[in-house]
Nanobody, 119 residues
């Protein structure tokens, strides 16, 4: 069983930066795709970014492209989401998730971390 633990959320002013971390435990995720999702109050959860752990290939939602960067550190077994030039509309609960390669459903989810961007 894989457990995902996020950290790094907080309150920041518009234009600021935050870095979220996701630390998997319980299994190696070399054959997984790691994703970040967010959910704003009253809205559905939306995709933010994903990375294929083995090769580091990344993909982003249009709304964050050029401002956010997803990466992984094999030595620390951690996935990061660097968020720059944050906007109030980036506010929400950010969750880390993992799915095996060649599947579409994210199988494991973290508990989420709150990100609040003030104007």
């Amino acid at each position: 069983q894989v457990q995902l633990v996020e950290s790094g959320g907080g309150l920041v002013q518009a234009g600021g930066s935050l870095r979220l971390s996701c630390a998997p435990s319980g299994d190696t995720l070399i054959n997984y795709v790691m994703g970040w999702f967010r959910q704003a109050p009253g809205k559905e959860r939306e995709f933010v970014a994903r990375i294929r752990w083995s090769v580091g290939t990344a993909y982003y939602a249009d709304s964050v492209k050029g401002r956010f960067a997803i990466s992984r550190d094999n030595a620390k077994n951690t996935v990061y989401l660097q968020m720059n030039n944050l906007k109030p509309e980036d506010t929400g609960v950010y969750s880390c998730a993992a799915r095996p390669l060649a599947t579409t459903d994210y199988k494991f989810w973290g508990q989420g971390t709150q990100v609040t961007v003030s104007s």
